[in-house]
């Protein structure tokens, strides 16, 4: 069964940094391009960063350019969103992708960047 779990999310004052995890189970990351997808109450969902396959090329909204970085760790099967200098709009629940035929979602972790 093919499943994804966030973690890593929480309260932090404007500035901060928070790493997201994204744990995957029942496939490999390293064969799927791997998405950070963001969603505000009242907002659309918006795409935030992915890294690709096998050239783990990565691509990032132009609202979080420069302060996140996308990575993978191929041994512990997670994604990785480092997230610096946040800002109270970067306040969302996030949430990983992989699409395999179809889009999985995990649960969704919340970043509130509030002071």
């Known amino acids: 069964q093919l499943q994804l779990a966030e973690s890593g999310g929480g309260l932090v004052q404007p500035g901060g940094s928070l790493r997201l995890s994204c744990a995957a189970s029942?496939?490999?990351?390293?064969?799927?391009?791997i998405g950070w997808f963001r969603q505000a109450p009242g907002k659309e969902r918006e795409a935030v960063s992915c890294?690709?396959?096998?050239?783990?090329?990565?691509n990032f909204a132009d609202s979080v350019k420069a302060r996140f970085t996308i990575s993978r760790d191929i041994a512990q099967n997670t994604v990785y969103l480092q997230m610096n200098s946040l800002k109270p709009e970067d306040t969302a629940l996030y949430l990983c992708?992989?699409?395999?035929?179809?889009?999985?979602w995990g649960q969704g972790t919340q970043v509130t960047v509030s002071s």
């Open positions: 992708n992989a699409f395999i035929y179809t889009n999985y």
């Open positions: 029942g496939f490999k990351v390293g064969n799927y391009v």
């Open positions: 890294i690709g396959t096998t050239d783990g090329r990565t």
